[in-house]
C-alpha cells in the first residue's frame, strides 16, 4: 500500500526558534498533501491543502505566515512552525492523495512537537 | 459548516464481544465516509471508505455502513481482541477534498 512518512517523528524545542517537518510520499506522486494538528482528547484540525508548485490554502484561522508550508515536489511537503512557542506543541500529521484520483488519503505516522 | 460526532468517547468490552461504533455528521453532502484506527502517539491506519453511493463496505471482522439520509455511519468489530484496543476515528469528506473527523472512540478489549 502507500506510505507516507514524516520527520522528525518527535521534536523537542526551545521558544522562539523555528522548527521543520518533512512530509513525504515513498512510493506514489501526490499533487496534494494535507497538514492535521492534533490537540489531546480534541479531534485532527485540517490546517492547510499544498498543493506541488502553489502555494497552500489555509483554514480559517490558522496563520499563514506562522505555519509556512512548501510543496516543492511530488513527493515532498514541508510544514514549517515559526517562532514556536509552547502553546504550538502538538501533534502534527501530513497526508497525501496520490495522482491517480483515488479518494483516500494516506496519512503519515505523525510528529510530536514539545516547545519548551 | 460540517461537524462529526463520535459516541461513546469511550468503550471498554472483553475480548470476543461483537461491538458497535458511532458515527454522526450534520451535512448528508459528502463525497465519502472513512474509518480510521489510530494507536497511542501514532498517525492513522484507514480502516474503510464509504462511498456516498455505497451503503457499507467489510474488511475481515470490520463492518461499517452508511446511512447518509440520517446522517449516520456505524463501524462493526466482531470477535474483538486486545489488539483492536485504539481510538478510532470517522471522518466525512466533501467535496472540496476536507476531511472533518470526529474526536474519537477510544477502544479498550481486555483479555
Known amino acids: 500500500g502507500a506510505v507516507v512518512s514524516q520527520h522528525p517523528s518527535r521534536v523537542i524545542c526551545k521558544s522562539g526558534t523555528s522548527v521543520k517537518i518533512e512530509c513525504r510520499s515513498l512510493?506514489?506522486?501526490?499533487?496534494?498533501m494535507f497538514w492535521y494538528r492534533q490537540f489531546p482528547k480534541k479531534s485532527l484540525m485540517l490546517m492547510a491543502t499544498?498543493?506541488?508548485?502553489?502555494?497552500?490554502?489555509?483554514e480559517q484561522g490558522v496563520e499563514k505566515d506562522k505555519f509556512l508550508i512548501n510543496h516543492a515536489s511530488l513527493t515532498l511537503s514541508t510544514l514549517t512552525v515559526t517562532s514556536a512557542h509552547p502553546e504550538d506543541s502538538s501533534f502534527y500529521i501530513c497526508?497525501?492523495?496520490?495522482?491517480?484520483?483515488?479518494?483516500?488519503?494516506?496519512f503519515g505516522p505523525g510528529t510530536r512537537l514539545l516547545v519548551l | 459548516k460540517q461537524e462529526v460526532t463520535q459516541i461513546p468517547a469511550a468503550l471498554s468490552v472483553p475480548e470476543g464481544e461483537n461491538l458497535v461504533l458511532n458515527c454522526s455528521f450534520t451535512?448528508?453532502?459528502?463525497?465519502?465516509l472513512q474509518w480510521f484506527r489510530q494507536d497511542p502517539g501514532k498517525g492513522l491506519t484507514s480502516l474503510l471508505l464509504?462511498?456516498?453511493?455505497?451503503r457499507e463496505q467489510t474488511s475481515g471482522r470490520l463492518n461499517a455502513s452508511l446511512d447518509k439520509s440520517s446522517g449516520r455511519s456505524t463501524l462493526y468489530i466482531a470477535a474483538s481482541q486486545p489488539g483492536d484496543s485504539a481510538t478510532y476515528l470517522c471522518?466525512?469528506?466533501?467535496?472540496?477534498?476536507?476531511?472533518?473527523f470526529g474526536k474519537g472512540t477510544k477502544l479498550t478489549v481486555n483479555p
Open positions: 497526508s497525501a492523495r496520490d495522482l491517480t484520483g483515488q479518494e483516500t488519503q494516506y
Open positions: 512510493d506514489f506522486q501526490a499533487t496534494t
Open positions: 499544498s498543493n506541488e508548485g502553489s502555494k497552500a490554502t489555509y
Open positions: 451535512d448528508s453532502a459528502i463525497y465519502n
Open positions: 464509504i462511498q456516498s453511493s455505497q
Open positions: 471522518a466525512a469528506q466533501g467535496g472540496s477534498e476536507k476531511l472533518v
